[in-house]
């Protein structure tokens, strides 16, 4: 079987020719050859498979044009996956784009114990082994009140550890109404079921009565837990047994009471202007036996879940070979550390937790910064959509205070032209903002795209990329 004359022509150069011409000399200077030199062989399998689909023209072959688009799988191969981005979505602790922004304080401690040896397990007063807990407990209890804690690597963990610890085998009562779907992926009756307990259902969807605990209480319970229904509310015809009658129930019959608050603040938000969020602390003075929560929701730290509460279940619970597993990492126990010692000085608080100032931050000062930048964002546009600045609202984020919506400001942009196909000139507008080399995250809705000023902290580096925008 003779071969096609034309295939015979379009032969690629070798491997090894390839990497001798000086532009990949060049590259292998840049990324080192071994990685060249993959890129090329991936770029000739392509350039074959083009050769025998017959797409392939002579001009693909020259070395010129392989070496571009080597170059181009190059980049691609090295470019960070993960990168830093605006979020001008309006939701500040943004689960998708990462929650809450770390204080420098955080950064910072972070850095040290990431650079070298640490004292992460050791005992520097003894010179003997010590707890990657220590650093962060006498924190934890002097800020809640609770006289042991723990921590994992986040709140679904934190719920999770306390389950097997405390009910493996067992029943635990959950209130029908607090039955909740977190973000999509943290069920709690899913979880019970991985913890390897059974949940018992009390009361019905809208309301629950302290009859209906005591009811289902049998040999077979081992806990009753309250679930902080973050992210929905029921309203009209409703209720839920409080706390402290939660508590009471439980030590009637010898059992123990746990809150999983979710979002979790260690200080009232109402001195912030914001609207209250339950605390651990008046979980634990409520009679909670123990309390969990995340520490990069409103608390604004690193990516955590902590359990508090008394001491002879906290010692059960660090017993348990899954707390092994899912220990923190030590860059975040330095993190946490210095986030909750920001809370040591509440008055500060603001000023130092990025995430509580730009939750804070007042709508004068938003709409004054939009109307700023408004003309610039215009320019960069370049008559191709009109640029408002707009009231608008914020929300919370994390699934914490649903209902509540801070007033905010920022631009709405138009695509110009009328409404036809105006669904997919968004589509391209916000594909245009997420293009810039720092991507920008807005939201789109059904006629506009809109920019939300409220965490916008470095407004030179945003307005400095404004002319690299393309969109037409
Ligand atoms: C957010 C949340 C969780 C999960 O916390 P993560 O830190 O995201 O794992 C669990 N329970 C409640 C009530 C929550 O709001």
Not at 109 to 124: F, H, I, K, P, Q
Not at 333 to 361: G, M
Not at 399 to 419: C, E, H, M, N, R
Request: aromatic fraction near 4%.
């Amino acid at each position: 079987m003779g071969r096609n004359k034309d295939t015979e022509q379009l032969r690629p150069p070798s491997v090894n020719k390839l990497l001798m011409t000086p532009e990949m000399e060049m590259a292998c200077e840049a990324y080192g050859r071994h990685l060249v030199a993959d890129a090329i062989r991936e770029e000739l399998v392509a350039l074959r498979s083009s050769i025998v689909s017959g797409v392939v023209t002579p001009a693909m072959m020259d070395a010129q044009n392989i070496f571009l688009a080597v170059n181009k799988r190059l980049s691609n191969w090295l470019r960070p996956s993960l990168q830093r981005v605006f979020n001008l979505t309006g939701t500040v602790l943004h689960t998708n784009l990462g929650r809450a922004p770390l204080p420098i304080e955080a950064i910072d401690a972070a850095t040290m114990v990431a650079t070298g040896a640490s004292n992460l397990e050791y005992d520097l007063g003894k010179g003997c082994r010590g707890d990657r807990d220590d650093h962060i407990e006498p924190l934890i209890c002097k800020l809640t009140g609770a006289d042991a804690a723990t921590v994992v690597n986040n709140n679904a963990a934190a719920v999770l550890l306390l389950l097997n610890t405390i009910a493996n085998k067992k029943e635990v009562l959950v209130s029908r109404g607090q039955l909740v779907e977190i973000g999509g992926s943290f069920r709690i009756p899913d979880i019970m079921k991985r913890a390897g307990c059974r949940l018992r259902e009390v009361g019905t969807t809208n309301r629950t009565h302290k009859e209906d605990y005591a009811e289902v209480i049998e040999k077979k319970t081992a806990l009753l837990m309250s679930v902080h229904t973050s992210n929905y509310v029921v309203t009209g015809f409703t209720s839920e047994v409080s706390q402290p009658d939660l508590a009471a129930i439980a030590h009637e019959h010898s059992l123990p009471y746990a809150v999983d608050l979710g979002s979790g603040m260690l200080v009232d938000m109402k001195q912030f202007g914001l609207p209250h969020e339950p605390t651990p602390q008046d979980a634990i003075a409520n009679g909670a036996d123990l309390v969990t929560f995340s520490s990069d929701k409103l608390l604004g730290g690193p990516q955590a879940g902590i359990i508090a509460g008394r001491a002879e279940l906290i010692r059960k619970i660090k017993k348990n070979p899954l707390k092994r597993a899912l220990r923190l990492d030590k860059m975040t126990i330095a993190a946490l550390e210095a986030v909750l010692r920001l809370y040591l000085n509440p008055d500060c608080l603001v000023e130092r937790l990025p995430s509580l100032r730009a939750l804070a931050k007042p709508k004068i000062n938003i709409m004054n910064e939009a109307t700023e930048i408004a003309a610039a964002v215009s320019e960069a546009l370049n008559k191709n959509a009109t640029v408002e600045v707009v009231e608008m609202k914020s929300q919370v984020g994390s699934g914490s205070q649903p209902t509540s919506l801070l007033p905010s400001g920022g631009l709405a942009i138009v695509p110009v032209g009328g409404k036809k196909g105006r669904g997919s000139k968004l589509k391209t507008l916000a594909a245009a903002f997420r293009n810039l080399p720092i991507p920008v995250i807005g939201r789109v809705t059904e006629d506009k795209f809109l920019l939300d000023f409220r965490c916008l902290e470095n407004r030179v580096e945003f307005e400095a990329q404004l002319n690299q925008l393309k969109y037409s």
